[in-house]
């Protein structure tokens, strides 16, 4: 077995949703088709408001006659009040195992027993839910993690958007197979898919690397004083960040130099975007 790294993630908690009617119950909720998330296969998606912005978004995997989902435990608790309240008479429960579930990933090297490929792109290894007391090979910060998910342009929320802020497209999720647009109707769905056939999205994650260290997250992206977006998380000089690529591109066509709290920054567009820059370069409106 070729050996990798290993990271469990602290910030993340564990929600089981399970009973006869889980699959069909969080298929008419959320973003991610759950037919096809089986045994071998998890899915990615999110809960979004009923005007389309993201209010968390999760690893689902199968368990038995349930799901457990891997979500950020800064989302949970209004995940779980939000479930609760859309189960009405659905046979259903849903419990928080946080306390005696942990999430791993591994990357970097072949997949140990258990744990199944990241459904949002190859290049971030694998991923499971363990008891907390199961032990992990190599293990590694999580740090290490973040570093790796942050070289390949993948956005979480709380760490590069707020929840509550973002439509699943400003965030890639469309990109990173986190939308089904071909399930049903769920929460938000035809913000979402109005977004999608008009092409109206124009806020959308890059990667950025600056000329140095990068500021806090949170710090305005600017081109020659005018706000083009927000950075995210970061490794060293490497990062993440929320623009407007209309106006990002109208900044680069002028020459303008983009920076983000004084720091120059040269932009990337992931290598997984179906998406590109704006043909012409001109403001095109608000998303």
């Known amino acids: 077995m070729r050996k990798g790294y290993s990271a469990v993630l602290a910030d993340r908690g564990v929600v089981r949703i399970g009973g006869a009617e889980a699959r069909g119950f969080l298929q008419n909720i959320v973003t991610t088709d759950m037919e096809r998330v089986a045994e071998d296969r998890a899915g990615f998606g999110a809960l979004l408001s009923p005007q389309g912005k993201i209010l968390a978004d999760f690893l689902v995997f199968a368990d038995g006659d349930g799901f457990l989902i891997d979500l950020p435990r800064a989302a949970l608790a209004d995940f779980v009040k939000r ?131 990068l500021p806090e997250t949170g710090t305005a992206v600017e ?28 900044a680069l066509d002028a020459g303008a130099s983009i920076t983000a709290g004084g720091v120059p920054l040269s932009i990337t567009l992931p290598s997984f975007a179906h998406f590109g820059w704006p043909a012409s370069g001109e403001d095109e409106g608000a998303a």
């Open 83 to 213: 479930m609760t309240l859309y189960r009405l008479r659905a046979k259903v429960e849903i419990a928080d195992l946080s306390a005696e579930r942990k999430v791993a990933v591994f990357w970097g090297g072949d997949a140990p027993a258990g744990a199944v490929s990241d459904p949002r792109l190859a290049g971030l290894g694998h991923r499971a839910i363990l008891a907390k007391d199961a032990p992990t090979e190599n293990e590694t910060q999580a740090e290490a993690w973040h570093a790796h998910r942050i070289a390949l342009g993948v956005p979480e929320g709380g760490r590069d958007f707020a929840f509550g802020e973002a439509f699943p497209h400003d965030v890639d999720m469309d990109d990173l197979a986190g939308v089904d647009f071909r399930k049903g109707c769920y929460v938000g769905q035809e913000i979402v898919s109005r977004m999608q056939h008009r092409g109206t999205a124009r806020r959308r994650a890059v990667i950025v690397t600056g000329a140095g260290d």
């Open 223 to 250: 081109g020659d004083g005018k706000a083009l977006g927000a950075l995210g998380s970061h490794a060293g000089q490497t990062g993440i960040a929320l623009l407007r690529l209309d106006r990002t591109r109208l």
